[in-house]
């Protein structure tokens, strides 16, 4: 079987919608969707927020619960029966993501055993032959095929393959 390691956020959670929430709990600003075009979350707020909003992430809590990217749940079921299936994710970086990471998964993907759940730091450690991500610097080390998952802040970065929806990742593998 060939093997596809598959990134969590902005691939199948959805981290991004957590900034949203939290900046306008904490600011009242709505901040549309839209402004995300070509970049990340603290780019697009106020000057001065912006310090606060970049540690979002380490704060306790930022990865609990968060949203399920679209098709995502109806694809990976297919596509563990053809390939083995790898989560990976750089959650190293946020320790208090590791439990709510663990709990997400177990909640939205309950046929993914802990065996392929890799929690990691620097992606370059990943056998395989395929990985989706949203994020390009993990292909650069990468000896399999990067398959870029489209995501707001990626629209404008050069790599051939991209996915834009899960509906594309099943026409390609299934
Ligand atoms: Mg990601």
Request: proline share 4%; net charge negative.
């Amino acid at each position: 079987m060939k093997r596809i390691a598959i990134d969590m956020d902005e691939v199948i959670a959805d981290a991004e919608n957590r900034f949203f929430e939290w900046y306008e709990k904490d600011y009242g600003i709505k901040i549309p969707m839209e402004k995300l075009h070509c970049r990340h979350f603290p780019e697009i707020v106020d000057e001065q927020h912006m310090t606060i909003v970049k540690k979002y992430p380490w704060k306790e809590g930022f990865f609990k619960d968060l949203g399920v990217i679209k098709g995502s749940q109806e694809v990976i079921s297919e596509l563990v029966k053809k390939y083995e299936i790898f989560i990976t994710t750089a959650a190293m970086e946020f320790p208090n993501s590791l439990v709510h990471k663990l709990e997400w998964l177990n909640k939205y993907f309950p046929y993914i055993s802990w065996q392929n759940i890799v929690f990691c730091g620097d992606k370059s450690i990943i056998h395989a032959d395929y990985m989706i991500d949203d994020s390009v610097r993990h292909f650069k080390r990468f000896t399999g095929q990067g398959i870029l998952f489209t995501a707001p802040h990626n629209i404008n970065v050069d790599w051939n393959p991209r996915v834009n929806s899960w509906k594309e990742v099943g026409d390609m593998f299934l």
